[in-house]
């Protein structure tokens, strides 16, 4: 059976590295706020070219504590807009809805999947005050009409960069190329965590200070509290484990970009749509590699038959998801579209060359 993701073998590529690493730090008698953090969150920076990283819980937080921040910092305020594209995994949006700002959908583009940057003005009011653009699948989205945009209306820019650390856009990696990012490690993304783990990145001191006490009660100094904050801390054993994987990431990349390489090049079933292969390959990382079919289930049942396991990112969108009911009646036929056809394939930095061999061998016969 080709799995879609072997997140063992995946860990287990590092087996020396990280057990010697945990064992360090369970005898260290030090486990939260500590130097494994500090380390880890002073290594992303550098890696993403940001000034600041901040580690956090998980991804959704990270996103969260951003809007949160701009809040506290009188940037942004209840009611106020934040343009999200409109296929998104619903925590792109639901950290818009929980700071009690309003998500306004955009749709993607059909041939990335990312917004579509020409469409974002004629959705921008004067309540507008950020753009969550999402890298979805590991492809970067960005371009200059954007970054005219936010100088032209005065919004942020926040990259929910959960699906493409180490993409770049004009050789300024994700991460560093908005006012703020989100990165979310839950196990199966290109850096994963053996659990939950997030982070964030920018370069405005500012900010970083206010998200910094937001995840820790609200507070700078002990017991002193200044905002209504939250509990969110990225704990030593995943800062340790993320630190280790975090100098692999660009090689795994590497080895991602080889087999989607594979794919776009190798199947030729003319009911298959493939993702475009970006002319410059340093704008994506892969996370998922998608394909579109009329036949998306009839497709899903014939590789699981022949043992090729597969998912679907992902089957509801955002607007017709039980949790926004008043977006239920609204139509976005691009991403509704999406919904209904698209497959992902396996792809992982230990896919053997063969599995993928059989994929596109299945993929041309069906
Ligand atoms: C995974 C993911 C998140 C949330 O990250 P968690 O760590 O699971 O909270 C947010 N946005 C996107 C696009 C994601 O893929």
Redesign the pocket.
Known sequence: MIKFLDLQKINLEYQQEIEAKLIDVFRSGWYLMGKELASFEQNLAQYTGAKYAIGVA??????RLILRAYIELGIMSTGDEIIVPSN??I??IL?ISDNGLVPVLVEPDINTYNINISKIEEKITSKTKGILI?H?YGRVVFSEELQNLTQKYDVKIIE?N??AIGAEWNGIKTGNLGDAA?F???PG?NLGALG???AITTNDEELTKTIRALANYGSNTKYVNIYQGLNSRLDEIQAAVLDIKLKYIDEENETRRKIARRYVDEISNSNIILPENPENESEHVW?IFLIRTEKRDELQKYLAENNVQTLIHYPIPPHKQKAYKEWNTQSFTISEKIHKEVLSLPISPVMENEAVTKIIELLNKF
């Open positions: 998980n991804g959704l937080d990270a996103l998104t995994y925590a792109s950290a999402v979805l929910d959960a699906q989100g979310s490690f839950y993304k939950d783990a997030g996370h």
